[in-house]
């Protein structure tokens, strides 16, 4: 699979650079802001969900797709490219949303481990439910219907957010949870990941390109 | 051990049906696919390759009814599209692939660049048809692969760039244990390098045969309609009126001692089979 994956990170260097920038003047202003700082904590996450959706419409405009069923890997394979790319982008979000928090609550001077802790967690959850709603639906329907669904998305997880928050604090809302229950709450998104890689898997077994 | 085993391979779309394929590629044979525009050649290649999955039928490569990673391997595969990233340059292809295949043979891969007259550092994109393809078939030969399969790989290239294919695709087979599956528009580009030639039409294959057979045992038989009208049934496989009279497409053993039959070009037998087959 480390083809694969060297081929996304070739692609995403060239593509994506504009979504590198644009997380790292969100971090920027996640540190300096004192303003409600949800927004700029979120969208970063919903910007590395859409690396793997724009990887795979460049596959299919590249016809990639097809040439990749011509290499040494199985279809599984192809497809867990796309998850592993999708949990390692979103990985690198999180240890930079932790710093990028830990500094602007230092500043702040209300550094609290619990609620950095919870924020993590849900915004783990975060980054782990959207692209788990996307892909299966790629995989089955194609990338324009992906995308249809994300932008769905995006207002659903911000009117979830408005949901579980009240005021702000150092993501910019307080999240009214205890931490178990982020801890529930990251649990579920991890079994809807394993879920929908399975699920995508299947879909793109049984697809003819 | 055959290259390829196609027994009974049978895909139906609406409109349209591969019917009951079956053909053989021993070791270190040429074996083209021709046919007219729809007429199964890349239905036929995508169900080798496991792209779309047949109704019916089984699909043998280098021994192994799977198509495993283990066996991809050893397959170098040429697609009409290539297929290659757009923004990736050459070397990028080239580290792409060499964590792709087990056997990436990179100083071959830079040879076939360097020989090829295939640029480093410029991105796919902004290859001419002819690069592209050239690159495709670099990278297709770059991992000791023992079956080639190439779908319309040499059709948008030049005389020049064909001819270069051609030559890397002749040094290949030229191992024993090499095969080439390969489709194309461009007749006469598999009359120079076939062993079998396969005619497909409709989903159907009409013959399957040694090349040099094919040129021996038919030949074109021209005169007046009259003249054609008179010749043995059995000895006629199609005939169509010309300008100048009528013409038939033959089988020459069973032509009456003495007739005047010209040579055939593997073109001119397979439109002939197609238009005024019987």
Redesign the interface.
Known sequence: M???L??DW??TL??CRTYLIIVLVFMALGVFSQEDLGFTVVYPFLLGAMIPVNMIS??T??????????????RG?IVSGKYVLCLCLQGVLLVLTALSQTVRMCMRGSFSPESLGLTLLILAAMALIVPSLMLPVIYKLGVEKGRMLYLAFIGLTFAIVGITATNADAVGVELRMPVYAGVAVLGIAAALFAASWLLSIRFYS?R?? | MNALDIQNLTKTYPGFTLDNVSLTIPGGCVLGLIGENGAGKSTLI?SV?????PDGGTVTILGNERR???V??E?G?V?D????????TTA?VG????????NWDQAQYERYLKALALPEKKEFKDFSKGMKMKLGIAVALSHHARLL?LDEATSGLDPVVRDEVLELLRSFVAQEDHAILMSSHIVSDLEKLCDYITFVHKGRLLLVEEKDRLLEEYGLFLGSQEDVDALPETAVRARRASPYGAEALVLREAMPQGSRVTPISIEELFVFMVKEGK
């Open positions: 480390k083809g694969l060297l081929k070739y692609q060239k593509y460049y596959d405009a590249s016809h990639w797709e097809s040439m990749s069923l011509t290499l040494p890997y199985t394979q049984k003819e390109l | 995508k390759l496991g792209m779309i999955r495993t990673p283990l991809m391997e397959v595969v697609l599209e290539v297929g290659i990233p757009s923004c990736l990028q580290k792409v692939m060499a964590a792709s295949f087990r399969i």
